[in-house]
């Protein structure tokens, strides 16, 4: 079975430019999360969707970041733009929402380094 | 709200030693309790999951974890570490009357693993 799909797995770019980072939930899975990780802040979640809608994006650290999920299995974040503290690695991972007690299953997460 | 705490960010054992991480959980209603896995590079596995059935929980690669309610405790141990157990591993929880599956996670406690 496949399982959540991270695009592109490592990215490296200039300040200010724009990054979009890409996330495939398991087929079936109506929960989609984006989390980031740091060595300072550890794992922290950025936003989460139920069935494609933005539930809490109370974790997104600033306007410059925006996430999207214009269908059940396919979801973006975007940062624009870009700041060298932005680099971490961000993760994405989907789950069902049925009650409570559902594990989330992550992709192998985005390496992003801002220059 | 619901928390948990990990006691000790790094722990290290000898190969064959018992290992343990602790973690504790805040919660207030019945809880649903988590461990996960990561290894260098990759993103996070689930190792097992407590759901209110049994208090002691199987999981993958010979971990098992005791749900203790009267110490709002829910440690993983391994009876003989080996090698290939060095990794960070995240203790998290969902309630099981709230937000369906989002999962709020601890800080995480290094497994080092010597000879």
């Known amino acids: 079975d496949a399982g959540v799909i991270q695009s592109p797995r490592h990215e490296v770019t200039e300040m200010g430019q724009e990054v979009t980072l890409r996330c495939k939930p398991i087929?079936?899975?109506?929960?989609l999360f984006w989390y980031r990780q740091t060595m300072m802040r550890g794992l922290e979640l950025l936003i989460y969707f139920n069935n494609n809608v933005p539930i809490d994006d109370s974790g997104m650290p600033e306007d410059r970041f925006s996430a999207k999920m214009p269908n059940a299995s396919f979801s973006t974040l975007k940062i624009q733009p870009s700041e060298p503290r932005d680099s971490a690695v961000y993760f994405c991972?989907?789950?069902?929402?049925?009650?409570?007690?559902?594990?989330?299953?992550f992709g192998d997460g985005t390496r992003l380094s801002i220059l | 709200a619901q928390s948990v705490t990990q006691l000790g960010s790094h722990v290290s054992v000898s190969e064959g030693a018992l290992v343990l991480l602790r973690c504790n959980y805040s919660s207030s209603v019945p809880p649903y309790l988590f461990w996960y896995v990561q290894y260098p590079n990759q993103g996070l596995q689930l190792l097992l999951k407590y759901t209110s059935a049994a208090t002691l929980v199987k999981g993958i690669n010979g971990f098992e974890a005791e749900f203790k309610k009267s110490e709002t405790s829910f440690h993983l141990t391994k009876p003989s570490a080996h090698m290939s157990d060095a990794a960070e591993y995240f203790c998290a929880v969902s309630d099981a009357a709230g937000t369906a599956s989002k999962l709020t996670f601890g800080t995480g406690t290094r497994l080092q693993v010597t000879l």
């Open positions: 087929s079936g899975h109506n929960s």
């Open positions: 991972a989907s789950s069902l929402v049925q009650g409570g007690g559902q594990p989330q299953h």
